[in-house]
């Protein structure tokens, strides 16, 4: 009788699955602070972060309907179902494992359009901004690029099914994956690909994806409350990576790009004085991004190689320019948050838990 029950509520379940867009409510722009904490207990619910170790309800209304493989650098992704048509793409954060660390340390940049070599059979090209001043960071990119074709698929798949309402979440790590995802499915050069679905992304704890040029790529294709980044300013990962902007970052039409032309038509000691000035300002700061670029990009390649054998190196680019990217949304702590969430100088992360995001949440927006 009970095997009866659940073939008969499997096949009301599939026949409300088909009949359902036409009456299913629209994904609407703009925060919305429930939608945000339902979402936070679906990424608490990916396990084996140490971020989102917290005990939450189960999200209402939602069941988890998929689990990917374990595949890239520890990289996984949970897709979710809500009652009123919506599916879910969480995407796991860091595992505090080394393999997955290391995916934070390998921020080397490159572009935001080209191809990775993810094994002697695997190619994936991909596009990320429209601006070929656009870089990304190489170990998210990496994560990205091995869950895509999976979250690629399964869009297609429940599309067909009459799924028309997507949001993307991720925490930390999961949350740089979560901006090049979307930025990823914007540009996805696939006749097959629905264009008929609407995309809400949330980044919660998010670092810096890429570099300006990037984020105003992202900004634009998620304008008009369609892309959030929410952080807890005492969380110290939103300021990561490392950011060193030079000359060679900015517009081509920036007076600083050219100072020496301008300075022609001073007086001699004025171009003597700013140009010394101006001199050891630019050579230390292009110095620091080099080297940056050598460690975190080349140097932390080839520890990458020893866990991917057959990935091949991407082209780095000589920049480290990382800015934050989409809309922001501050949880500022209130009146008796250091009391709750005390920093005793060992704790880096404690204000990067999800616990501190639920608990600001709720003070802030005066949700259950």
């Known amino acids: 009788m009970r095997i009866l029950k659940r073939l008969l509520a499997a096949w009301i379940y599939s026949i409300l699955l088909y009949c359902l867009p036409a009456t299913a409510q629209k994904l609407q722009p703009g925060f919305d602070p429930k939608e945000y904490e339902q979402l936070l207990r679906v990424t ?10 917290l005990v939450v309800p189960y999200p209402d209304n939602c069941r988890l309907i998929y689990r990917s493989p374990v595949v890239g650098m520890l990289n996984r992704w949970d897709l979710w179902l809500h009652e009123d048509h919506t599916a879910i793409i969480s995407i796991r954060g860091t595992t505090g494992t080394a393999v997955s660390w290391l995916a934070n340390f390998y921020a080397g940049m490159i572009p935001a359009m080209g191809t990775l070599q993810l094994n002697d059979s695997t190619r994936f090209p991909y596009k990320l901004a429209r601006d070929s001043a656009a870089y990304v960071h190489a170990g998210w990119t990496l994560g990205m690029a091995s869950i895509a074709p999976d979250v690629v698929s ?26 090049l995802l979307r930025s990823y499915l914007e540009y996805l ?42 952080i807890n300013p005492r969380d110290w990962v939103p300021e990561t990576p490392f950011s060193i902007q030079t000359t ?38 292009k110095r620091a991004s080099r080297r940056m670029q ?41 009146d008796g948050y250091d009391a709750k969430f005390p920093f005793d100088g060992k704790n880096l992360f404690v204000h990067h838990m999800v616990a501190p995001y639920v608990y600001l949440l709720k003070q802030i927006y005066k949700i259950d």
């Not at 690909?193 to 992202?218: E, V």
């Not at 790009?257 to 038509?265: D, M, Q, R, T, Y």
Request: hydrophobic letters at 35%; one cysteine or more; proline letters at 6%.
């Open 294 to 334: 050598r460690v975190l990009g080349k140097l932390a390649y080839k520890q990458v190689h020893k866990t991917l054998a057959e990935y091949g190196r991407p082209d780095f680019v000589n920049s480290h320019n990382y800015t934050p990217a989409g809309s922001p949304i501050i949880l500022y702590p209130q």
């Open 189 to 230: 050069d696939d006749p097959d690909f629905p264009r008929d679905i609407l995309i809400k992304t949330y980044c919660s704890a998010a670092p810096k994806p890429g570099n300006l040029y990037y984020a105003y790529d992202y900004d634009f294709i998620t304008r008009d409350g369609w892309g959030y980044r929410v």
């Open 44 to 53: 608490a619910l990916q396990g084996d972060t140490p971020w989102t170790k």
């Open 248 to 285: 060679n970052d900015y517009n081509s039409v920036n007076p600083f790009v050219n100072l020496h032309k301008g300075l022609k038509k001073q007086r001699f000691f004025i171009r003597l004085a700013v140009n010394y000035m101006y001199g050891r300002l630019d050579r230390s700061s």
């Open 154 to 179: 399964k869009i297609k798949e429940y599309h067909k099914k009459g799924i028309r309402n997507f949001l993307i979440v991720g925490h930390s790590q999961g949350a740089a994956i979560a901006f």
